[in-house]
């Protein structure tokens, strides 16, 4: 790409730091959601502090409910990986731009996804093959 193609310094440092503050958000999310799954036994996560033991029902939804925390630290991560590969974009100098094919991403669709890597194009096929 050209160099007078590229994003304006002032719009990068305004992308990076949109960027780093959702970073710290989600990191702050999957702290709290691993912490929550993982470090509360069964009888403090049911508020049954006693010695007698939980029904099988009361097992079985804590079970459910540290999946479901858990998959959610999955996808957070996820989302986590895909902001840190933004952010060695803007590095690159190829922040702004479709992985796939080049062509440069509207800003308002970086404003709204600023870790968004297709163009609508490729996003939507790629949706449609991970279906």
């Known amino acids: 790409m050209p160099k007078t193609e590229r994003m ?10 949109l960027l780093d ?3 710290g958000e989600i990191s702050s ?3 709290h959601l691993g912490d929550e799954a993982l470090n509360k036994t069964l009888r403090e996560s049911s508020g049954n502090l ?5 029904h099988m029902a009361d097992l ?5 409910d540290r999946d ?3 998959s959610l630290v999955g996808n957070e991560q996820k989302v986590l990986n895909r902001i840190d590969e933004a952010l060695k974009r803007i590095e690159d100098k190829t922040y702004g731009y479709c992985i796939k094919c080049g062509k440069k991403l509207p800003e308002k669709r970086l404003k ?3 870790y968004a890597e297709l ?3 490729h996003q939507e096929e790629e949706e449609s093959v991970n279906k």
């Open 50 to 54: 006693s010695s007698h033991t939980l």
């Open 68 to 70: 479901f925390s858990l």
């Open 21 to 23: 503050r959702q970073r």
């Open 112 to 114: 709204a996804v600023p």
């Open 29 to 31: 999310q999957i702290q």
């Open 60 to 64: 079985a939804t804590d079970n459910y």
């Open 8 to 17: 304006k310094k002032e719009k990068l440092i305004v992308f990076r730091k």
């Open 119 to 121: 163009c609508i194009k």
